[in-house]
Nanobody, 125 residues
Framework: QVQLVESGGGSVQPGGSLRLSCVAS????????MCWFRQPPGQERELVAK????????AYSDSVKSRFTISRDNAENTVYLQMNSLKPEDTAVYYC??????????????????WGTGTQVTVSS
């Protein structure tokens, strides 16, 4: 069964950091773009960051640029999201997703083959 398993969520104070991890079972892992989405309470799911199969191309939403870093370890079939300088508005359920394409990815893209079950990130004082 193809799976994405996330870990690393939790509660943190504003200004703090968290690192999310997502292990993929689909092979070959480096054929696929990996994405991180988030869904704040009562809002739509949005793309936060993505990274292509080789790790040579990355993109971020404006709301997280310069604070979040996406990376991947293809030997470990894992993608990471390092989140620094967290703000209360970063509070959301974070999902990793596997995509057949790098460009034009949205939460409804048919190229998204697999989704994780989500991990809660709460930023509050």
């Amino acid at each position: 069964q193809v799976q994405l398993v996330e870990s690393g969520g939790g509660s943190v104070q504003p200004g703090g950091s968290l690192r999310l991890s997502c292990v993929a079972s689909r092979r070959p892992f480096n054929d696929y773009t990996m994405c991180w989405f988030r869904q704040p309470p009562g809002q739509e799911r949005e793309l936060v960051a993505k990274i292509n199969g080789s790790g040579g191309a990355k993109a971020y939403s404006d709301s997280v640029k310069s604070r979040f870093t996406i990376s991947r370890d293809n030997a470990e079939n894992t993608v990471y999201l390092q989140m620094n300088s967290l703000k209360p508005e970063d509070t959301a359920v974070y999902y990793c997703a596997l995509s057949q394409t790098f460009f034009g990815v949205t939460s409804s893209s048919p190229e998204l083959l697999d989704w994780g079950t989500g991990t809660q990130v709460t930023v509050s004082s």
